[in-house]
């Protein structure tokens, strides 16, 4: 397998630390608001990569964590006059559920960064005892970047070049840095934010030395796979190399995977843009096994622009590879005989896995995987019917199967409620109120939460929502 990495921009070789093992992680969203789709590209791109090594017969132990401290968190939760903890027990709550629907695999291990403040402290500790960090006069502490000389080895940028650049760039209360290119790791509370004790000051710590601390803790010094999207490159993974490479006297992690943006008129879907849609507002519109055959239609590296073409695209192609598995399912139903008939042939199935191998051992090359599908898809529509045989349409049924699973599609069809739908049955409910039919009323709300959808009477009227 191959692996474009980021630190030598060239695709490698894939060896593992441990034979038969992968030890990954990502850098998981902070917690303020609904993730938007272009934080899901991370997350579906890297449940596949996951979900190919465990094809591939890899015991993954793959770690992904929450930010639930942070500038914006804290923010939200001044603005709605509760605690921070508040605002991220929420969204994570949220996120999960968004990750569910895009059937992205739960992680070994998703710790919180509120739950690992002692271990951000013992490396902080041992980062000051080996001179590499150091504390300022208001009790901040900074790491030296100066004293890491393979500092900006992964963005590919020199040390000298962003410490002249920096160098007119005064800002306020970090007047205790070294060097500018210095970075935060422990920094002291402010009125109204949430602190926790340290041997500097009370405060709260910097946002890089969590994966640091977190990855070293569920996956130990060194790991195989570090990822997340490409504009963390630079300061996020640069400054956890510097950190963890300082602290623990090792390489970190060996390859370093990115994906590129999700874009909207080319330009990066971002919360500050405000150019954003959330998972939950696609998953009124679509099934988010869309969205995700969506996002792996490109390669994890290229940009993607998102529009409702394409997404109309993805939802028919999707439907093409769910309408031929039903078709098989039927088929199997009704079929019989053990052994494949004469005509029938394993050959050109086995040819089919083997380009999608290729593709995905290509870097995930994941287009190219689904290219593949879609051949199979179209063999199976031209070569399996009423006279196959029981042994092969099962075999291309299982084909076709397991490789959706690496993509993270579930082959069974789901009854799609469409807007439109619930719209004319709440039409209905409300003549049936007018005409004082409340049973029939009452049938119509039941029947509405069959399909997952609430209705709520308030004084603008009837509102409704998924479930
Ligand atoms: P954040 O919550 O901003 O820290 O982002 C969580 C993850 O989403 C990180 O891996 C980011 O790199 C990634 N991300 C954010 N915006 C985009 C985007 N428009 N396209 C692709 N990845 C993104
Ligand atoms: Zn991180």
């Known amino acids: 397998m191959k692996i474009y990495n980021t630190l030598s921009r060239q695709k490698e070789e894939f060896i593992p630390l441990e034979p038969g093992k992968v030890k990954m992680y990502v850098c998981g969203p902070t917690v303020y608001n609904y993730i938007h789709i272009g934080n899901a590209r991370p997350m579906i791109v890297f449940d596949t990569v996951r979900r190919y090594f465990e094809y591939k017969g890899y015991d993954v132990n793959f770690v992904s964590n929450f930010t639930d401290v942070d500038d914006k968190i804290i923010k939200k939760a001044n ?13 994570i709550a949220e996120c999960k559920k968004d990750m569910e629907g895009m059937n992205v695999e739960p992680a070994t291990t998703s710790p919180l960064a509120t739950e690992e403040i002692d271990g951000m402290v013992e490396m902080i500790e041992t980062l000051i005892e080996s001179g590499h960090a150091y504390k300022a006069e208001d009790g901040t502490v900074y790491f030296r970047t100066g004293s890491f000389p393979q500092y900006g080895k992964l963005s590919h940028k020199n040390l000298e070049d962003l410490q002249s650049g920096f160098r007119e760039l005064k800002v306020t209360g970090e007047e205790g840095k070294e060097d500018p290119s210095d970075f935060v ?7 109204g934010e949430p602190y926790w004790e340290s041997p500097w000051c009370q405060g709260r710590p910097g946002w890089h030395i969590e994966c640091s601390v977190m990855s070293k803790k569920y996956l130990g010094d060194q790991i195989d796979i570090h990822a997340g999207g490409e504009d963390l490159i630079f300061p996020h993974h640069e400054n956890e190399i510097a950190q963890s490479e300082c602290a623990n006297g090792k390489e970190f992690a060996r390859y370093w995977m990115h994906n590129g943006f999700l874009n909207i008129d080319n330009k990066k879907m971002s919360k500050s843009l405000g150019n954003f849609f959330t998972v939950r507002e696609i998953s009124e519109k679509y099934d988010l ?34 309408t031929a598995v039903e078709k098989l399912r039927d088929l199997e139903a009704r079929a019989e005989g053990e052994n494949f008939a004469a005509e029938e042939n394993k050959e050109p199935v086995q040819a089919l896995v083997e380009k999608f191998e290729a593709a995905m051992d290509d870097d995930f090359n994941t287009a190219d995987g689904i290219s593949a599908i879609f051949e199979l898809v179209k063999l199976s529509n031209s070569t399996a019917g009423p006279d196959s045989s029981k042994a092969y349409v099962a075999y291309l049924k299982h084909t076709i199967e397991k490789l959706c699973d690496v993509m993270g599609i579930i082959t069974e069809k789901k009854e799609e409620v469409l807007d439109s739908q619930v719209e004319e049955m709440i039409a209905r409910r409300q003549q049936a109120r ?21 209705l709520e009477d308030t004084r603008e009227g009837v509102k409704w929502k998924r479930v």
């Open 79 to 91: 603005e709605e006059g509760v605690d921070a903890d508040t605002i991220s027990k929420r969204y």
């Open 185 to 191: 790791l422990w920094k002291p509370k402010k009125e």
């Open 289 to 322: 096994q869309v969205l995700r055959f969506f996002m792996l239609s490109a390669h994890y590296r290229s940009p993607l622009n998102f529009s409702a073409d394409l997404m109309e695209a993805s939802k028919n192609g999707l439907e093409r590879i769910l």
């Open 434 to 454: 007018k005409d004082k039919n409340f049973a029939l009323a009452d049938e119509i709300r039941g029947q509405l939460l069959d399909m997952g959808i609430v």
